[in-house]
């Protein structure tokens, strides 16, 4: 089962960018696709946000708890990208750079994100 922060992420970005695939692997195997703008999409992005924030009740499955995989495809070319590499030689510093590694990535999915919504926005 994916983790359900990094499902919430792929949501946010589905939900977030204009052009974004989600494609959604199942425990059992099935696939959802998650787009706004394709005719065999089984969900648009609306829509699996809207699943994905339903609350956990008892005796219920929600569809969160059934996913096993999540791919982003497609539109994330608008974004850009950044790439940074940071070895360490030491073992214990290991720990400290995956810390600063964690919180640089959503710092800076954050300011890449809200880039994206303002060029949209721009337009």
């Not at 609350?55 to 499955?61: E, F």
């Not at 590499?85 to 030491?90: K, L, P």
């Amino acid at each position: 089962m994916i983790d359900e922060g990094m499902l919430r992420m792929i949501t946010a970005l589905g939900h977030g960018v204009p052009g974004v695939t989600v494609r959604l692997t199942c425990e059992h195997g099935a696939e959802l696709v998650v787009a706004a703008n394709r005719l065999d999409a089984h969900l648009d992005p609306c829509q699996l946000r809207a699943a994905v924030l339903v609350p956990a009740r008892a005796g219920a499955t929600r569809l969160v708890d059934t996913i096993a995989a999540a791919e982003v495809h497609l539109g994330l070319q608008d974004l850009g990208a950044t790439v940074v590499c940071i070895t360490a030689n030491h073992p214990s510093a290991s720990a400290h750079l995956d810390a600063v590694a964690s919180w640089a990535i959503r710092v800076c999915m954050v300011e890449e994100l809200l880039g994206a919504s303002r060029r949209e926005l721009s337009r």
